[in-house]
């Protein structure tokens, strides 16, 4: 989804990939000049590519106080906003289908002015990321460094992230709340600005391929698994990043209410220090949400401290929780083995943060650790359900890095023992912006190449005209094969049918097997079980026309730097398999299954070469069926003059225009002849006497002319330029399906 503007014909674009999430936002830069990415220095941040809270505050004067300062401070501040990332049909009223409809038919620079967004949480919502969005964006520092990029840039993409599972509402809805700060702007950085969403998994997906050279087969499923502040969203993508076969996720068990679990560990132990001081932190908290949030940070602090500590002995890692004058200690071990394994995750949420009902009892006595290993399993069990076995796990979101998820996913999933089979990035925090950054230069050179494609695929283009210069080798393939099928398929059987009886004469033979010929369908279904006919044309669309646009496509692919498909994969008309490696009892068993659009790419052109031809062979056709019945013709006439003429009434007549010689006989009478053989309804000892060996010879040498002519009517101009057409029109898809494979790669990096 985007809202466009209008640029410049120049297309040195400059792309932003901001990753606003529940916890903490980052942004990351590139320019489609360029493969790098580049980290943005954050409001309140010394160097580029640190992460920030994603929160704000304002202080008793009414000033903006941003990020970090918060924690540091909070007895100055009157507000803090923080937490304030949500779904947004979560934030609405119930809406009838009708609605969602009307809803999502309204602009987005419009959406908000309709009555559900004027007031509630909805409204809050939209203000508070409005706020947050536009001190990211023109922080001084931030814009500086941005500047740095846009030199003899012509645009400003700006790319920003949703879950996968959010719906067509919920995007449209995000969308019209960012477009209310700057990014809805005219100009940003003095440059065309254009806002577009994308999917948040899409984006990891990108930078886990990009930053670890990852390489997917086909049919290959990989899960995506983004632990984050506020929810954990579940993924599974193909080797196309675009195709999300599997989304669900957890709306409730995101790493914010481990911070929780820890604010409540952090009272209990004040107490336990000092009764006094206690009741003294109460007294500070006490209806003052300020001060409560300030806490919160500063335990989710503590938590990141540690679990993104290096350090190998993890029982030695240990921090402090700072609030005003109060300390608590925390190491790892209490981390984990106390706060994370045993505390019971759902009085803490109903305590703080209003957790539905529902949900509480979902969660009964869970501990964090129990309640992700029992998502976790959930999520599994769904997915083979569906069919879907993933070979390789991904691991992003900054939550990812407490290191019992990691162990979790191996202890649930044995397929990811492999080292390449599970990946938990070094740095997540970045891997959204990152791969936001990466959309928008995978999909400015998916641009170029769809220009590419575009004039391959044109009227006169690269494929219309591979396909006309292999037609005169199609008609050479063919033209056999028709008089094959005319003789062996229609005539032969007709003369079997008559010389048994089934007609009563060889006229009513005749005038069946013209009419066979004349009807379109019949013709057409005949010339299609031809095997010999579908042979001629398979062989010629896979290894004449298949194989030359094949090496079109390829080049055009090595023109836009992707070099990972042969001219055999890139061939639309080659049968080809996908192979799956399935583990089986610890061995690898290869499933192949077979490319079905194959056979019905070959059908169809059978099908429109059939159907294209007959109009001009059709003359062709009895012209042959003459041929055949005038063989006919004399090898009875042949067996009548060498048996006695009693056989026939009126033969003596007949007799005597054949002379002494049969077949000059029959040249110069040929007419007269033929019209009373059509009449004569002869006896079984004629009809059997026929040789069919040599009558099928004779036939063959007859035809031979007539193949020639049908070769020349097929060459015809007119002829040759339908069946270009037509064989375009029915393989175009196939060849589309190719083009694409390769557009996934250059969208996938």
């Not at 030359?548 to 008309?573: P, R, T």
């Given at each position: 989804m985007s809202t466009n503007k209008v640029v410049s014909a120049h297309r040195m674009r400059f792309f932003i990939g901001f990753d606003i999430g529940d916890a903490e936002s980052i942004i990351e830069m590139a320019i489609s000049s360029g493969d790098t990415v580049h980290p943005a220095i954050m409001p309140g941040k010394s160097s580029a590519g640190q992460a920030i809270p994603t929160l704000y505050a304002y202080d008793d004067d009414g000033n903006t106080v941003f990020a970090n300062q918060v924690a540091q401070d909070y007895d100055n501040l009157k507000a803090v906003e923080m937490n304030f990332k949500r779904r947004p049909s979560d934030l609405l009223p119930g809406l009838t289908p009708g609605r969602t409809n009307e809803l999502l038919g309204i602009s987005s620079r419009e959406l908000l002015d309709e009555p559900e967004f004027a007031s509630g949480p909805i409204r809050e919502f939209a203000e508070k990321l409005r706020t947050f969005v536009n001190i990211a964006l023109t922080e001084e520092r931030f814009v500086e460094r941005a500047r740095a990029f846009t030199v003899s840039c012509s645009d400003c993409v700006i790319s920003v992230g949703h879950p996968t599972n959010w719906s067509d509402l919920d995007a449209h809805v995000y969308e019209a709340m960012l477009l209310q700060s700057v990014i809805g702007e005219d100009t940003y950085l003095d440059l065309p600005v254009t806002l577009q969403l994308e999917y948040e998994s899409r984006a990891?997906?990108?930078?886990?391929?990009?930053?670890?050279?990852?390489?997917?087969?086909?049919?290959?499923?990989?899960?995506?698994?983004?632990?984050?502040?506020?929810?954990?969203?579940?993924?599974?993508?193909?080797?196309?990043?675009?195709?999300?076969?599997?989304?669900?996720?957890?709306?409730?068990?995101?790493?914010?209410?481990?911070?929780?679990?820890?604010?409540?560990?952090?009272?209990?132990?004040?107490?336990?220090?000092?009764?006094?001081?206690?009741?003294?932190?109460?007294?500070?908290?006490?209806?003052?949400?300020?001060?409560?949030?300030?806490?919160?940070?500063?335990?989710?602090?503590?938590?990141?401290?540690l679990f993104s500590s290096v350090t190998v002995d993890k029982s030695k890692v240990k921090t402090n929780i700072f609030f005003g004058d109060f300390r608590v200690r925390l190491t790892w071990d209490t981390l984990v083995n106390d706060i994370c394994a045993k505390r019971a995750v759902a009085p803490v949420l109903a305590k703080y943060c209003a957790l539905p009902e529902k949900t509480a009892l979902s969660l009964g006595n869970k501990s964090w650790i129990t309640a992700f290993r029992d998502f976790l399993s959930s999520q599994i069990n769904a997915m083979a359900n569906n069919g879907i076995t993933v070979t390789k796990l991904f691991l992003t979101g900054s939550a990812s890095q407490m290191s019992f998820v990691r162990d979790i996913c191996k202890e649930l999933l044995p397929q990811l023992k492999r080292e390449d089979s599970l990946f938990d990035d070094t740095n997540p925090s970045n891997a959204i912006a990152n791969g936001l950054a990466r959309v928008g230069l995978s999909e400015t050179r998916a641009d170029a190449f769809e220009k590419d494609m575009a004039l391959f695929f044109q009227a006169g283009g690269q494929m219309d005209q591979i396909i006309q210069h292999r037609i005169p080798d199609l008609i050479r393939a063919i033209v056999d094969p028709?008089?094959?099928?005319?003789?062996?398929?229609?005539?032969?059987?007709?003369?079997?049918?008559?010389?048994?009886?089934?007609?009563?004469?060889?006229?009513?033979?005749?005038?069946?097997?013209?009419?066979?010929?004349?009807?379109?369908?019949k013709f057409n279904a005949i010339l299609a079980d031809s095997e010999a006919f579908?042979?001629?044309?398979?062989?010629?669309?896979?290894?004449?026309?298949?194989?030359?646009?094949?090496?079109?496509?390829?080049?055009?692919?090595?023109?836009?730097?992707?070099?990972?498909?042969?001219?055999?994969?890139?061939?639309?008309?080659?049968?080809?398999?996908?192979?799956?490696?399935?583990?089986?009892?610890g061995a690898v068993v290869t499933k192949l299954i077979p490319a079905q659009e194959i056979a019905y790419a070959l059908a169809a052109v059978v099908g429109v070469v059939g159907w294209i031809i007959l109009p001009y062979i059709t003359g062709f056709i009895l012209g042959l069926i003459a041929v055949f019945f005038e063989t006919l013709a004399i090898s009875i006439l042949t067996f009548l003059i060498s048996n006695p003429l009693t056989l026939v009434a009126g033969f003596a007549a007949i007799a005597v225009l054949l002379g002494t010689s049969v077949l000059t006989g029959y040249k110069q009478n040929k007419d007269k002849i033929n019209a009373w053989l059509q009449e004569q309804n002869f006896p079984g000892v004629v009809r059997n006497a026929i040789n069919f060996d040599d009558l099928a010879s004779q036939m063959s040498q007859n035809r031979q002319e007539l193949v020639k002519k049908i070769s020349q009517e097929l060459n015809g101009s007119d002829t040759m330029d339908k069946l270009s057409k037509g064989i375009y029109s029915c393989t175009k898809s196939q060849v589309r399906d190719r083009a694409n494979q390769i557009r996934y790669e250059i969208e996938s990096r």
């Open positions: 990891a997906f990108l930078y886990i391929k990009n930053t670890y050279s990852v390489r997917l087969a086909d049919g290959e499923f990989v899960g995506l698994m983004d632990v984050g502040s506020s929810t954990i969203d579940v993924s599974v993508l193909t080797k196309d990043s675009r195709n999300c076969v599997y989304d669900s996720g957890s709306n409730f068990l995101g790493a914010r209410s481990i911070d929780y679990l820890i604010l409540e560990y952090f009272i209990d132990q004040i107490r336990v220090q000092d009764e006094d001081d206690g009741n003294l932190l109460d007294t500070i908290l006490a209806g003052n949400e300020a001060a409560f949030r300030s806490l919160l940070i500063n335990c989710r602090f503590a938590k990141e401290a028709i008089a094959d099928t005319i003789q062996d398929d229609i005539v032969m059987p007709a003369v079997r049918k008559w010389k048994s009886g089934g007609y009563k004469t060889l006229g009513d033979m005749k005038r069946d097997i013209e009419a066979t010929c004349k009807d379109e369908k579908r042979d001629a044309i398979s062989s010629w669309i896979e290894h004449q026309v298949g194989h030359d646009i094949a090496l079109e496509l390829q080049g055009i692919a090595h023109k836009h730097n992707v070099f990972d498909f042969s001219v055999d994969q890139l061939n639309a008309f080659k049968e080809l398999s996908i192979t799956i490696d399935t583990p089986v009892n």
